[in-house]
């Protein structure tokens, strides 16, 4: 795994090494006792583990809190976020270092080994430092005994890399890839074998995905369409603009919560995979004149809304956006303030509101699996149980979004997963419907790469967003 590791830097006490490329593993190094940077990540891998907290929400709050800054949060975030990615693979290390199962060891103990074991193995902090700030933190919480168990622990781990703690643990690639490649790039094997199956079975394609979903994404800002350009954004933010999403751009890092665009309305964070599939919606096909009657069927948090809405009021349309959980329709009232939208507090499978739309969306509750970069420790928390229990829910608001459409009018159905059950399955059950037409997708994504359709698949690998899924059905 040579091709994943940066080298390492030459001591504890040198000045971080300068950055190969901005997308590099990071080369901090820091010599205080317990820093502040490891002891916000120590915490927020304990709230996730105590609490289930999702590491994004929890940590940027943190580092305001504790008023972390600069290169510090940069640490922190990395140390946070790349801990949490590789959990799974991290505890088969530990347990296999501490001749232990990992649920035999404190919980608190555990927060610090995984994050020293994430030192060690996938940054280029030196292994010293790693194991002394990791023993630091333990004992200044917890004792000599836990600390000792710690530094032992840890320097079992730094006697390997993480090529040759892979090459012991992992499956080989001959008797099993998908299990071996899940182990390598730190994905669970069910969620890999879900991938391969979305790939059409290809096993480079499934590696280049899981890498690309084991790396640090991109940060994307959407334009408000209307309010500005993805130029200007660019231009403002000192970012890039996108390859296919014409309001898309791209930041390295930083907190775009800082930026004046996105504080001052004119542009949200959102990924280019989520602002192609709003834009498709409002570009498809319909039969006979637009209304201007256009629906969001399960709109929270209102990303897509805030998209469809800007470009509703471009188009004199007006958009009802439904969500069924009342703080998620809060989330959408404030993305969508001053826009054409109405948002409703309703369940999608029977919203009570005039069937005859235009353009619906069905952006489908779904398991996340195509936003798994984005999210650190999802991929760990979720199970295969929770796809069944979702697509019985996703055939229902499919069954609705099209009672809801109009003779002539266009549902979109999309997904952040690309697992098949929740994606293909569900629009082929309803393709044969009598009153069900499959459009060709691919000709409202500007994209390339989009397969023989007629269905869109986007991927972290090919296409830089999240692995989005898209249909397009019109009603006849
Ligand atoms: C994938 S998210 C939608 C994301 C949204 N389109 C965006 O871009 O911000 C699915 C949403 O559907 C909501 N939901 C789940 N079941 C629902 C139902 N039966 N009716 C309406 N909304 C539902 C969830 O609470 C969640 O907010």
């Known amino acids: 795994m040579s091709d994943r590791r940066a080298p390492r830097a030459g001591s504890a006490r040198e ?46 709050k943190m580092l305001r809190e504790r008023h972390i800054t600069g290169r510090d949060a940069a640490f922190a975030t990395e140390l946070t976020y790349g801990t949490a990615r590789a959990m799974g693979v991290l505890d088969r290390i530990i347990a296999a270092a501490a001749n232990r199962p990992v649920a035999e060891i404190d919980g608190p103990v555990l927060d610090v080994l995984r994050l020293g074991a994430y030192q060690l193995l996938r940054t280029r902090v030196e292994p010293h430092a790693a194991v002394s700030t990791s023993v630091d933190l333990i004992r200044s919480e917890m004792g000599q005994g836990p600390a000792g168990f710690c530094n032992a622990v840890l320097r079992k781990i730094a006697q390997k890399d993480e090529e040759l703690w892979t090459d012991t643990l992992a499956p080989s690639m001959g008797e099993d890839p998908v299990g071996h490649l899940a182990f390598r790039y730190a994905h669970p094997r069910w969620i890999a074998a879900a991938f391969l199956d979305a790939l059409g079975g290809s096993l480079g394609q499934l590696q280049a995905l899981l890498a690309a979903d084991d790396d640090r994404p991109l940060v994307h800002l959407a334009a408000r369409p209307g309010l500005i350009t993805a130029e200007e954004l660019a231009l403002t933010t000192g970012g890039e603009q996108a390859r296919y999403s014409p309001y898309g751009v791209y930041l390295d890092g930083g907190d775009p919560g800082k930026l004046d665009p996105v504080r001052d309305g004119l542009a949200g964070v959102q ?52 969500e069924i959980a009342p703080h998620r329709a809060d989330l959408i009232r404030r993305a969508v303030d001053g826009l054409p939208v109405t948002v409703h507090v309703a369940d999608g499978r029977d919203p009570h509101l005039t069937e005859g739309y235009d353009r619906v969306l069905l952006d489908a509750p779904c398991t996340g699996l195509g936003s798994l970069r984005r999210r650190p420790e999802a991929r760990w928390r979720r199970q295969p149980g929770d796809v069944a229990e979702l697509v019985g829910l996703q055939r229902q608001l499919l069954d609705s979004a099209l009672d809801l459409v109009r003779p002539g009018g266009v549902v979109v159905y999309s997904t952040c997963s690309p697992h098949r059950a929740e994606t293909v399955d569900i629009v082929d059950a309803v393709a044969d419907r009598d009153d069900v037409e499959v459009l060709d997708a691919r000709a409202y994504v500007p994209a390339d790469n989009l397969g023989d359709g007629p269905y869109v698949q986007l991927w972290p690998h090919v296409h830089g967003t999240d692995a989005m899924f898209l249909a397009a059905l019109r009603k006849r």
């Open 271 to 322: 990924d280019e995979g989520s602002q192609l599939v709003a834009r498709a919606v409002t570009v498809a096909d319909v039969d006979g004149e637009d209304t201007g009657r256009w629906l969001d069927l399960c709109a929270g948090p209102g990303g897509k809304a805030a998209m469809i809405g800007a470009l509703a009021d471009i188009d004199g349309a007006r958009v009802d956006a439904v």
């Open 15 to 60: 000045k971080p090494a300068r950055e190969k490329s901005a997308r590099d593993k990071p080369a901090y190094v820091r010599d205080k006792a317990v820093d502040e940077p490891r002891a916000a990540a120590r915490d927020v891998l304990r709230a996730v583990r105590e609490r289930d907290a999702y590491a994004n929400l929890v940590l940027p």
